[in-house]
């Protein structure tokens, strides 16, 4: 019997480290968590202006979250126990997602996992967000230290899929035909040249100070494959994220190194 109360409590003692290693909810509550430092301050205030009014829009909760370190853990671990403790998503409804990225280091490999609750694995299935969105838009960039704009392009293609702007298999047809699931791609040049008056330069679309729109700049980041002119359905400004809903996850993601 007292060997039994010994292992128990070794198991709680463990259960309870490997949670402390867990990120705290944030207070105030917010959608973009940049632990590892890898954004600017513009780059961090336009990402949770644009999920903070999308979660208004839909219901659905994207978090981003980057870490200096996964503490041990496998990536989909750690973004699963992310969105458990912190009740991403509506409660009952289970439509949160968790983005999680650790930056490439000298001596370990980058990584980035996304998670979907149980309402979302129907709609972004673990193949799809893996081989289009993850390995597709998200690490090309992401080799080359733009974090942001993977963040961004990622973040498009789960926003226009969850919201129904076309399904995921439309959006794989898509890419596969080496078109757009979206607005041609000169069509959202010529409505920057148009908004700039002559006046943009091209590293102006990838900073924070940029006076570009959200929607515009992560537009220019995702390149040919698609365009992003649904973001054009926000506005500049956020109300501040309102706190999360206590919504549930299963295991669904999917995720990749480099």
Request: proline share 4%; net charge neutral; no cysteine.
């Amino acid at each position: 019997m007292k060997k039994l109360i010994i292992l128990l409590f070794v198991l709680v003692g463990t259960v309870t480290s490997l949670m402390a290693q867990i990120p705290d909810r944030p207070v105030p509550p917010r959608l973009v968590n940049d632990f590892a430092g890898l954004l600017q301050k513009g780059e961090v205030k336009n990402m949770e202006n644009a999920l903070e009014q999308f979660a208004r829009q839909t219901s659905t909760q994207i978090v981003v979250v980057t870490v200096p370190d996964l503490e041990g853990y496998a990536p989909g671990d750690f973004a699963q126990q992310i969105g458990e403790k912190w009740g991403v998503g509506q409660k009952g409804d289970d439509n949160g997602l968790v983005i999680l990225l650790k930056p490439k280091t000298n001596d370990s490999r980058g990584e980035v996992f996304v998670a979907t609750g149980y309402g979302l694995e129907g709609v972004l299935p673990d193949a799809i967000v893996n081989r289009e969105i993850v390995d597709n838009e998200m690490i090309p960039r992401f080799k080359n230290n733009d974090y942001y704009g993977g963040l961004a392009t990622g973040i498009n293609v789960i926003m226009d899929i969850t919201r129904g702007e076309y399904t995921a298999q439309q959006y794989q047809e898509k890419v596969s035909r080496g078109g757009s699931a979206g607005i041609p791609f000169f069509i959202i040049l010529f409505v920057l040249f148009i908004s700039l008056f002559g006046r943009s330069r091209r590293r102006r679309f990838y900073t924070g100070g940029s006076s570009l729109p959200f929607w515009m700049a992560m537009g220019m980041m995702s390149g040919g494959h698609r365009s992003s002119g649904s973001f054009g359905n926000f506005s500049s400004g956020g109300g501040g994220f309102g706190g999360f809903g206590g919504g549930s996850f299963g295991g669904g993601g999917a995720g990749g190194s480099w």
